[in-house]
Structure formats: structure tokens, C-alpha cells
């Protein structure tokens, strides 16, 4: 059987708003997501015997990762009795805001629905994608995308594309710590997606401030970037972004960052890189 060698792209939070906290502890939210042409890469070879094992690097648990959760999710939502050998080439940082890992288990499921020919539509891989987080559904279904709820509620939305400046901060984040933070905002007023494409400013990432505290190599980062333009954290960090007209201005600002902290450039999408290269994007 032929493998496929899939991305698994990032995703940036354009803004994060925290409007408030449900009975169960998760917080509900606002935010607009858009994917990046800048990728994990996974390769898929089915098995016939059942088994499913995932290469990656040194520090990605074997047996008990998002890749391995996604495959044997799918195995028993669909009963099929195939397997898959999975080679993870990450690009991705972990705890940056880039949503790697969900982004992983999202094209290992779209991937492995294909080749297994399980046939599940995008919807009901995306409800599978929820039980591993709240990022998976939106790089299942693979368009770019206004997210409420705790980011699972999706609409289609097509924001501009930018060239962009990502600068990643040697931090590893949790999420928990900075959701579980007592100084974090949590009343930030619900917004109507047109807003978002007004011009109306008041757009934020309310996670910043306190990343900005905890993490003093996060808010340098913030501080540098801000002189070309409205720097912004992802998610809950530490990547930092800012947006630029053209490729070649970026690739200028770049050359400047400061020594010691890794960046790249890469291009906003509002489809994703992996259906783009699957062609099954309507």
C-alpha cells in the first residue's frame, strides 16, 4: 500500500478573547483562527496485521502520544482491522501556541480515514478530534475559522492572507498554568464576527499579560517585534507574531531579530496546506 506524506501545518490565534467560565472549569472563548504554511510532516504506511506504531523524536512517549490516541480512536469508532507505521518529522514547537500536537492527531486522522477507507465525513472525524482536544476539530475541517465555545464552535471565515514573522521564545508554556491563573481576564465582552473585519480595534490575546509575566523571554520577544507592527502572542504561547505586506519585508525583520531566539516567516492560509496537497478541498 502507498504511504502519504502529509503536513500537519501550524495555526495562529489572530486574537484570543476569554468571555467567561463554564460550571466544568473550561473556559469559554472567542478567537479567529488561521493556518500557516509552515508544517510538521507526517508519514503514513498502513499495516495489515493491526499494528500501529509512531516514530518521532527522543521525547515523544511510544505508546501514548495524540498520533497514537487519533489512529486507535479511529480504529474502534470504524472497526477496521488495519494498522499504520507513522513517522513524525517535527517542525513545531511544543507548548507554542501552534497548535502542533492537535495539528498532528488531525492529519493523522484525515489520513488515516483515507487510507484505511474508513469513510468518515470531515464532520465526524472532527467530532472524534474533540475527545483529544479543542483545537483538533478546526484543522480537521481545514478552513480558516471564527471559534467560540472552547474553540470547537466553528464558522467559515476568510480573513487576509499576510506574510508573517513568527519569533519562538526557548519556553515551554502550559496551558493549564496560564488558564489556572488568578489574574487572568475572564469577562472579556462577546463579539460579533463582522467586528473583525471592520477595522474595530480592541482585539487582544487576553492570555498576553500573563504569559508576559511568567515568561520574561516571551515579553522581550513581544517588545522587539512591536516596532514593525501589532506583535501578538498565539494561543497561549510563547510564539509571538507580527504581520508584514510582503514576504521581503519579513525576510528584512528577520535578519534583525535578536541573536538567541529562533524565528521563521511563513504565509497565512485559509486552507489548509494539508487538504490543499490532498486536493480534496472543495
Same mark, same amino acid.
Given at each position: 500500500? *502507498?504511504?502519504?506524506? =502529509?503536513? !500537519?501545518?501550524?495555526? $495562529?490565534?489572530?486574537? %484570543?478573547?476569554?468571555? @467567561?467560565?463554564?460550571?466544568? /472549569?473550561?473556559?469559554?472563548?472567542?478567537?479567529?483562527?488561521?493556518?500557516?504554511?509552515?508544517?510538521?510532516?507526517?508519514?503514513?504506511?498502513?499495516?495489515?496485521?493491526?499494528?500501529?506504531?509512531?516514530?518521532?523524536?527522543?521525547?515523544?512517549?511510544?505508546?501514548?502520544?495524540?498520533?497514537?490516541?487519533?489512529?486507535?480512536?479511529?480504529?474502534?469508532? *470504524?472497526g477496521t482491522? =488495519?494498522? !499504520?507505521?507513522?513517522? $513524525?518529522?517535527?517542525? %513545531?514547537?511544543?507548548? @507554542?501556541?501552534?497548535?502542533? /500536537?492537535?495539528?498532528?492527531?488531525?492529519?493523522?486522522?484525515?489520513?488515516?480515514?483515507?487510507?484505511?477507507?474508513?469513510?468518515?465525513?470531515?464532520?465526524?472525524?472532527?467530532?472524534?478530534?474533540?475527545?483529544?482536544?479543542?483545537?483538533?476539530?478546526?484543522?480537521?475541517?481545514g478552513v480558516?475559522?471564527?471559534?467560540?465555545?472552547?474553540?470547537?464552535?466553528?464558522?467559515?471565515?476568510?480573513?487576509?492572507?499576510?506574510?508573517?514573522?513568527?519569533?519562538?521564545?526557548?519556553?515551554?508554556?502550559?496551558?493549564?498554568?496560564?488558564?489556572?491563573?488568578?489574574?487572568?481576564?475572564?469577562?472579556?465582552?462577546?463579539?460579533?464576527?463582522?467586528?473583525?473585519?471592520?477595522?474595530?480595534?480592541?482585539?487582544?490575546?487576553?492570555?498576553?499579560?500573563?504569559?508576559?509575566?511568567?515568561?520574561?523571554?516571551?515579553?522581550?520577544?513581544?517588545?522587539?517585534?512591536?516596532?514593525?507592527?501589532?506583535?501578538?502572542?498565539?494561543?497561549?504561547?510563547?510564539?509571538?507574531?507580527?504581520?508584514?505586506?510582503?514576504?521581503?519585508?519579513?525576510?528584512?525583520?528577520h535578519a534583525?531579530?535578536?541573536?538567541?531566539?529562533?524565528?521563521?516567516?511563513?504565509?497565512?492560509?485559509?486552507?489548509?496546506?494539508?487538504?490543499?496537497?490532498?486536493?480534496?478541498?472543495?
Amino acid at each position: 500500500m *502507498t504511504p502519504l506524506d =502529509l503536513p !500537519a501545518p501550524a495555526k $495562529l490565534n489572530l486574537f %484570543l478573547h476569554i468571555t @467567561g467560565r463554564r460550571n466544568d /472549569g473550561y473556559h469559554e472563548l472567542q478567537t479567529l483562527f488561521q493556518f500557516l504554511d509552515h508544517s510538521d510532516r507526517l508519514r503514513i504506511t498502513p499495516r495489515n496485521d493491526g499494528l500501529i506504531r509512531v516514530h518521532g523524536p527522543e521525547w515523544l512517549p511510544p505508546g501514548d502520544n495524540l498520533i497514537t490516541r487519533a489512529a486507535e480512536r479511529l480504529r474502534a469508532r *470504524t472497526g477496521t482491522g =488495519l494498522g !499504520a507505521e507513522i513517522e $513524525l518529522t517535527k517542525i %513545531l514547537p511544543a507548548g @507554542g501556541g501552534l497548535g502542533g /500536537g492537535s495539528s498532528d492527531a488531525a492529519t493523522a486522522l484525515v489520513g488515516l480515514n483515507h487510507l484505511w477507507e474508513t469513510g468518515l465525513s470531515r464532520p465526524q472525524l472532527a467530532t472524534l478530534g474533540l475527545e483529544l482536544g479543542a483545537d483538533v476539530p478546526v484543522f480537521i475541517h481545514g478552513v480558516a475559522a471564527w471559534g467560540e465555545g472552547v474553540g470547537e464552535q466553528l464558522t467559515p471565515v476568510v480573513p487576509p492572507e499576510h506574510w508573517y514573522l513568527v519569533l519562538v521564545p526557548e519556553v515551554e508554556i502550559s496551558t493549564a498554568k496560564i488558564f489556572g491563573h488568578p489574574d487572568l481576564t475572564r469577562d472579556t465582552p462577546k463579539r460579533r464576527i463582522r467586528t473583525a473585519f471592520e477595522g474595530s480595534d480592541g482585539f487582544r490575546n487576553d492570555c498576553e499579560p500573563i504569559v508576559r509575566q511568567l515568561y520574561p523571554a516571551v515579553d522581550q520577544a513581544l517588545e522587539w517585534l512591536g516596532q514593525y507592527g501589532e506583535a501578538r502572542l498565539t494561543g497561549t504561547g510563547g510564539c509571538v507574531f507580527c504581520p508584514f505586506e510582503t514576504q521581503s519585508a519579513a525576510i528584512d525583520a528577520h535578519a534583525e531579530k535578536p541573536s538567541g531566539i529562533n524565528g521563521f516567516i511563513a504565509q497565512s492560509r485559509n486552507r489548509s496546506p494539508l487538504y490543499t496537497q490532498l486536493g480534496e478541498l472543495d
